[in-house]
């Protein structure tokens, strides 16, 4: 489950993928400090669903 933000200046990327995204996930990095944040998203769906 996700939680809106505080009014600090970050946390607010994870909610922007999130949205639009049929799945998602998060891959950490061995050294711990970063991670990867991965997203699949519909093109077709979210252009409702007509082909160019």
Do not use: F, N, Q
């Amino acid at each position: 489950m996700l939680h809106e933000p505080s009014d600090g200046d970050g946390g607010r990327g994870l909610l922007i993928v999130v949205a639009p995204a049929e799945r998602w996930g998060v891959v950490p990095r061995e050294d711990g400090a970063y991670k990867t944040v991965w997203a699949e998203i519909s093109v077709l769906k979210r252009l409702g669903g007509v082909a160019g």
